[in-house]
């Protein structure tokens, strides 16, 4: 937009105008009693000193949840004593007190307390429908409208999408009843002669259903299809709008796309009583708006789109960093500005097809919309202004003064569900970016109203922040990408079936005996037929790799991590297909394949690298002699991979000994030896020599075996049960006739991993976090949770949800895309499961057991309680879909009871209390320690993975000193003095 813009001079006047309205001086009166408000000293603060900001809003986070006021104290002076907060004397004075039970602790907990409930209800319209009634009503009195947002809790299970729906009925027939003794306000219940609806109320349609997921996109659709539809009957029946409200990214497009569906049929096309949402600060909005504009003609009556800049911007731009995806927001806030009035004007100036609805709190924006009405002539009923209850208040007096419809978004509900709303208000209300700070500030008008510039300084894309580039996911949110997968699998099944052979000294060999690979979903589909070698066919393949070794560990770093990286370049173009192999043959729901896909890519990458960091060993050259520190590979490596992450952990094993110079025999497990082959594809192709690399897929307890007594094995690296680890540590340790070396044995054992939820937890994350951690991947994963510790003060809330959250688990084949618990590995698999079942039920209570599907290995989830921390299913992995929740007293006991298994691999903690995050970062005895989010999925270089105790032996792997294992280190000492000279440095 610039200054010889159509709408420019006339959007400036208004600005001015509204500016001028919305900064009149209060009296002197109200100015003194808003400098003794907490909660306006609050803000003030937040302003002023960004290390306060971030502490104070992570305690107001987590104030709900305190349930007394000595907790209350406590918090507060952990938060606002941290090293990077800088306090204002008000609040020095406040927190220094010895102790949450004291009465000064007391005072403070008070005073904070309520300063918090008072800044709350700024924003919130009440916490019960009474109170939203006479909100209202005082909004009415301004001649202003209203839309009812519903604050709630994460809708993780099905009962709570079920509560959500009848609490929106509840809201609308309650209103619309209060509605018929409301005094008529023509300015905002009539448009042209037309009544409109008094009552609106805004929609998420997430909270329709617990599993909604762009990946199942019908499923999804599905399930909240025919709550939309009996939502607008009854909205109309009560005479109440709809308005649909825009969440996160990854929901758009569906969201769109069910929408668009639904307002086609014939029972709600001709209605104009319903809304839409685009969030202007998404790059693709004014291609999602044309398309709504289009639609729009198509379908004959007009809808409202609700124009805002987007409340996500923090969790879009990280969670696109993490996954290293395309930025889905503009980077710069004047962009999202300027993109604001783009679509702005569109959508103003196709008035005839589509009602506009502009929220913003940006004077500048809401005077061009303004300046654009007047321009067009555009009749009242196809423009109405929005503002954020509590956030835009003289604004909307102002722009109701000058006759335009202005609604007020009122979000309605308890404190502790509408936390995470006043959060975000916060960050907006106090960002540097804020045009409500800047006015506050009283920044020149100039500026306040100058069209919006793009700084050039700023990058287009947030930078990208990994100190490692790791492989991106896919993002099923994206159609074509979506699409891609799941056509994979459609074409793989067709295919299914093919025999695979071993590679032995540059060759496919034939062998005597096979096995079939059988999808665990359906064991009458036979995956592959896969040749099993025999014992002779396992000592030709280590000769062979004997006889190419002096080769190999000659050959430059540089070039073994060339092939590596063609190797992870391989992997990548064969993603989908990869992931439908896993599918079929391990029973591994598409997102869990792919980001094992990932993490092979990622092992490739960083290997590749840590190798040549590694080959240049160093100098610690002396005056007179020279040392050198360097590694050469140590022989010929024996990799027994798992059938759990059969992509990943082979690759792993394999590429780290490979590219340490080491000739490698990869062994996979019989039951996932398909993916095995197509890994051994791949590293073919990538261009490892004859000899070098060698797929030997057989009999574990006999070629295995043997392999691992073989006396010219020098490393073996294994991943799986304890007592398999403990069989090959054995064998390993024993001398072989013939045998010059020691072998090294690297192993990972599995775990027994608790996660404590603590009094002071996100419910919302634990709950989610604990069932995806505990029955992703039908809990076979090594870091699987298997333990739940929680506070007792917690345990009935946390129960309560958590079995409503796992009835609402969709379990089947891994090949339906609303699956998320697939079927374990094999029938032995599911045989011991269910005896570990049987045994629980003797040792405890069973909170919820789910129905197994038939037919197929499949064992539904169970949670167990009423569990004894020394009970065998809370002390041995089971592998399987299964939940021990232990109750304890306090944080202390929590501890305790977490590191009372002889396993230390993965382990969690939900909590909001500093020195309790900082006790489990110094005494929960676990490898890899998660804080607020799941304890599965590590990533290669951010999360090395690994663990002590029984869990395993060696280096994590995907971390700095993986590789060193396959190496052994030399020292080299020259004396270079010659009958007393020697070169001294700086003396030419």
Known sequence: MTASHPYEARTQEIARELLAATREKGSFFAKMRDRMRWDDKLLDWAMSNPGLRVQLFRFIDCLPALRSKAEIARHLQEYLTAEEVELPDALKQLINFSGGDSVPGQLAATTVS????????????????????????????????????????????????????????????????????WKTVPQIDEAEGEPLPRVQVSVKLTAFYSQFDPLDAAGSESRVSDRIRDLLRHAAKVGAAIHFDMEQY?????????????????????????????????????????????????????????????????????????????????????????????????????????????????VRSQALACAIAETLKIPPRRLEMQVLYGMGDKLAKVLAQRGHRVRVYCPYGELLPGMSYLIRRLLENTANSSFLRQNLENRPIEALIAPPKPDPEKPEFAPDALPFP???????????????????????????????????????????????????????????????????????????????????????????????????????????????????????????????????????????????????????????????????PRGITLVISP???????????????????????????????????????????????????????????????????????????????????????????????????????????????????????????????????????????CSACSRAVVVESVYDTFMSRLVEAVRSLNVGDASKPSTQVGPVIDAKAQQRIRESIQNGKEEGKVAIEIPSPEPGYFVGPVVFTEISPEATIAQEEIFGPVLAVLKVKDFDEALTVANSTNYALTGGLYSRTPSHIDRAMAEFEVGNLYINRGITGAIVSRQPFGGFKLSGVGSKAGGSDYVLQFLEPRTITENIQRHGFAPIEGTE
């Open 114 to 181: 309520t300063g918090v409930e008072t800044l709350a209800y700024k924003y919130i319209a009440g916490e019960n429908l009474a109170k939203v009634a006479k909100t209202v009503e005082r909004l009415r009195k301004d001649n202003l409208a209203f839309t009812i947002d519903l604050l709630g809790e994460a809708v993780i299970t099905e009962a709570e999408a079920q509560q959500y729906f009848d609490r929106y009925l509840e809201l609308m027939t309650t209103l619309s009843e209060a509605a018929k003794t």
């Open 250 to 362: 990854e929901y758009k497009d569906l969201t769109l796309a069910i929408l668009k569906k639904i307002l086609l049929e014939e029972e709600f096309r001709h209605r104009s009583d319903i809304g839409m949402t685009i969030q202007g600060y998404l790059r693709e909005s004014q291609r999602d708006l044309q398309g709504l504009i289009n639609w729009a003609k198509e379908r004959g009556t007009p809808v409202t789109v609700r124009l805002v800049k987007g409340a996500y911007w923090d969790r879009e731009t990280i969670r696109s960093q993490q996954h290293r995806w395309k930025q889905p927001v503009y980077n710069d806030k004047a962009a999202t500005d300027a993109n604001f009035e783009r679509l702005t004007q569109l959508l103003l100036e196709n008035h005839d097809y589509i009602y506009a609805a502009i929220g913003s709190h940006n």
């Open 470 to 632: 790791n492989a991106a996911d896919s993002d099923y949110a994206d159609a074509a990408v979506r699409d891609a997968g799941l056509t994979a699998i459609a074409q793989l099944r067709p295919q299914l079936g093919k025999s695979y052979r071993p590679w032995i000294d540059g060759e496919y060999r034939e062998t005597a005996n096979t096995v079939n690979s059988l999808n665990p979903s359906n064991p009458e589909e036979v995956v592959g037929i896969v040749g099993q070698i025999s014992i002779e066919q396992a000592d030709f393949a280590v000769a062979t790799a004997k006889a190419a070794f002096q080769q190999w560990r000659r050959t430059p770093a540089s070039d073994r991590a060339a092939i590596l990286r063609q190797a992870a370049e391989l992997l990548e173009q064969r993603r989908h297909e990869l992931n439908a192999v896993m599918v079929f043959e391990v029973g591994k729901p598409l997102k869990q394949g792919d980001a094992e896909v990932s993490e092979a890519i990622d092992f490739c990458r960083y290997y590749a690298d840590e190798m040549e960091r590694l080959e240049s060993g160093a100098n610690y050259d002396i005056p007179g002699e020279n040392n050198r520190y360097h590694y050469q």
């Open 643 to 781: 059938w759990n992450f059969p992509l990943a952990i082979p690759t792993g094993m394999t590429v780290a000994s490979l590219v340490a110079g080491n000739c490698t025999l990869l062994k996979p497990a019989e039951v996932s030896s398909v993916i095995a082959a197509k890994l051994a594809e791949i590293l073919i192709e990538a261009g490892i020599p004859k000899g070098v690399f060698q797929f030997i897929p057989g009999k574990g307890s006999t070629v295995g075996a043997h392999l691992v007594k073989h006396p010219d094995i020098n490393t073996i690296v294994f991943t799986g049960s304890q007592e398999v680890g403990c069989q090959i540590y054995r064998d390993a340790a024993v001398l072989q006739p013939g045998q010059k070396h020691l072998k090294r044995v690297i192993a990972e054992m599995g775990g027994k991993n608790a996660v404590i939820i603590d009094e002071s937890a996100d419910l919302d994350q634990a709950v989610a976090g604990v069932v995806q951690s505990a029955f992703g991947y039908s809990g076979q994963k």
